[in-house]
């Protein structure tokens, strides 16, 4: 007999304590040899952030390369950025920005900290990422816009 998706799913021990549990459902660390190359999610993810902030592109749609603190962080600024283009009259449009460099290092396994220098139209800045393995995928676990 063949084995059903749902055989071969990873199943808890039934033997497992509640903390050992929610243990065994968080998100697992990753190491780095397990992940792919950063730069890719890097510049995709900086490219999402500048679209939230001009207004283009909904926080939700980058929430699955976030985690929740980071996030809430994003949603936070997105808010007050919209609340500042609606008391000026401007309204959303897409931004014109090109990424100039993309500089990343790795203090430990699994984690890669990075800044982004982006050149727009009014100004130059710096976008400063911490992304971590989880999951054998790449979340970002802090973000400035600077």
């Known amino acids: 007999m063949a084995p059903t998706p749902a055989s071969t799913a990873r199943t ?7 903390m050992e549990l929610s243990e065994f459902f968080a998100p697992q660390r990753t ?3 397990s992940l792919p190359d950063p730069e890719p999610f890097l510049t995709n993810l900086t490219r999402g952030v500048l679209e939230v902030l001009a207004g283009v592109r909904e926080v939700d749609q ?3 390369w976030m985690t929740e603190d980071s996030y809430r962080a994003l ?3 997105a808010n007050l950025a919209a609340r ?3 008391a000026r009259g401007v309204p959303a449009t897409r931004p014109v920005h090109t990424i100039l460099s993309v500089h990343h290092s790795s203090p430990a396994d699994g984690v890669v900290e990075a800044v982004i220098i982006v050149s ?3 100004r ?3 976008v400063a990422l911490r992304a ?3 999951d054998r995928r790449w979340r970002a676990t802090s973000l400035a816009l600077l």
């Open 84 to 86: 500042a283009r609606s």
């Open 132 to 134: 971590e393995g989880m």
């Open 124 to 126: 130059t800045r710096a």
């Open 62 to 64: 980058l929430a699955r």
């Open 12 to 18: 808890a021990p039934r033997h497992l304590g509640a």
């Open 120 to 122: 727009g139209p009014a």
């Open 31 to 33: 190491s780095t040899e």
């Open 75 to 77: 949603l936070t600024r």
